[in-house]
């Protein structure tokens, strides 16, 4: 029986997990979590009676303990309450999908109590990628990939150990705005860029995916999880989101993972790995899915994805920095209180403004995040 413990289980992922689970056998949610949405997070207590429920909201999680008062369930709050949920006993995975650095402290911890990590939550790896990594081999956990193009290059790799990766082909929708130049990107509003052509997904990937930043942290999420070089990675726009993305070996054999865009299939096999369970989600028709396309991605008009290869390429605390600078200006645009172009023009001065450190704890990155999070709330146009 495997148990597992969702952290962000209201959200895009965590409901596609909780799908995936309904039509999995021996699978126990033993805890969950959300912070806003008690309403679901009640309905999800119910339904699958999970032993322990952590609201973030110490507020929420009053109004809920009164709600669940007739059920035999732990509420816990704050973040001491999310470390509970991805620490709690018995559990063997944990589904990484809140959204945001906050996710940094409750993965360590997972990792530090011996749970492997179903991880979407990519902002934890961009931040803090090679501290992860390095207290994962300590700790002789896995790290499953949920990101769908992490888990298609995973997929990749099955049957090849010993073989060298000579390129990873990350694949892009290129998102709402691709092929507009930056003239036709400045009025552009929140509504226009929540409309992803392919995907249903949170708010904060979902503007991400528009600016290009998501493929930016993907290609961060990519290097830790693969261990390739920056170099060795090439993005690559694909509309059609089918091919999830691929991986090139050194006689020049391409092996790739297709399917529907379903997050669902993804976070399943993150689960159920190495086995692949039967499931009834959509397949691809390839007759009806003729003209599958690639291009190169536009790095001048979608500035973002450069600047991610900056931070990259500097290292140190200046990743967490990008991160932290891009979930205040994603939340400034979602207010309406910058424009789209000024997402990544405020990321940049953010960037310019900070001393990177070299030698690093994760107390450095989470100050780097809090430090990087003022500044930016603070620049103004
Ligand atoms: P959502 O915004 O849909 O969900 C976020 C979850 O995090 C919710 O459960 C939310 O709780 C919780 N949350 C938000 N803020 C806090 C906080 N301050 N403290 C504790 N919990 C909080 O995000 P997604 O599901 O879209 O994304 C989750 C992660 O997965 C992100 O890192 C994203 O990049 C990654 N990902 C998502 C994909 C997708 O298809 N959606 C694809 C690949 C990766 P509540 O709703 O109750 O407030
Ligand atoms: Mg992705």
Not at 8 to 30: A, C, D, F, R
Request: hydrophobic share 40%; aromatic share 6%; with cysteine.
């Amino acid at each position: 029986m495997r148990k597992i413990s969702i952290l962000g289980s209201t959200g895009s992922i965590g409901t596609q997990t909780l799908e995936v689970v309904e039509n999995l056998e021996n699978i126990k949610v033993m805890a969950i979590t959300g912070n806003s949405n008690i309403d679901l997070l009640e309905k999800q207590a119910r339904k699958f009676h999970p032993e322990l429920v952590a609201v973030m909201n110490e507020k929420n999680a009053e109004i809920l303990k009164g709600r669940l008062a007739d059920q035999k369930i732990r509420i816990v709050s704050g973040m001491d309450g999310l470390v509970e949920a991805a620490t709690y006993e018995g559990v063997d995975t944990v589904v990484t999908s809140v959204v945001g650095n906050i996710g940094l402290k409750p993965t360590f911890e997972a990792i530090r109590a011996g749970k492997n990590i179903a991880l979407a939550n990519k902002e934890t790896l961009v931040s803090a990628g090679q501290l992860v990594m390095d207290l994962a081999k300590k700790h002789h956990i896995h790290i499953y990939p949920v990101d769908s193009e992490h888990s298609a290059i995973f997929q990749s790799l099955q049957g090849n150990t010993g073989n060298r990766i000579q390129r990873i082909l990350l694949t892009a929708s290129g998102g709402p705005f691709r092929g507009k130049k930056r003239e036709e990107l400045e009025h552009v509003t929140a509504a226009d860029a929540l409309a992803h052509p392919n995907w249903s997904m949170g708010k904060k990937i979902t503007i991400d995916s528009a600016t290009l930043m998501n493929k930016g942290l993907e290609v961060m999420e990519a290097k830790w999880l693969f261990d390739v070089d920056v170099d060795q990675i090439e993005v690559l726009i694909h509309p059609q989101s089918i091919v999830h993305s691929a991986v090139e070996y050194e006689d020049g054999a391409i092996i790739a993972q297709l399917g529907e865009p379903d997050m669902r299939v993804p976070i399943q096999y993150a689960l159920t790995y190495p086995k692949r369970v039967k499931n009834p989600f959509p397949r691809v028709d390839f007759a009806q899915r003729s003209n599958l396309t690639f291009d190169k991605p536009d790095m001048d008009t979608f500035k973002c994805l450069s600047l991610a290869y900056r931070a990259l390429k500097t290292g140190g605390t200046l990743p967490a920095v990008l991160n932290g600078a891009n979930e205040v200006a994603v939340a400034r645009f979602l207010k309406g209180e910058i424009s789209f172009l000024q997402i990544p023009a405020l990321i940049e001065q953010t960037m310019d403004a900070y001393t990177v450190k070299y030698e690093y704890t994760l107390e450095d990155l989470l100050e780097a995040d809090a430090w990087a999070k003022a500044y930016a709330k603070k620049v103004s146009f």
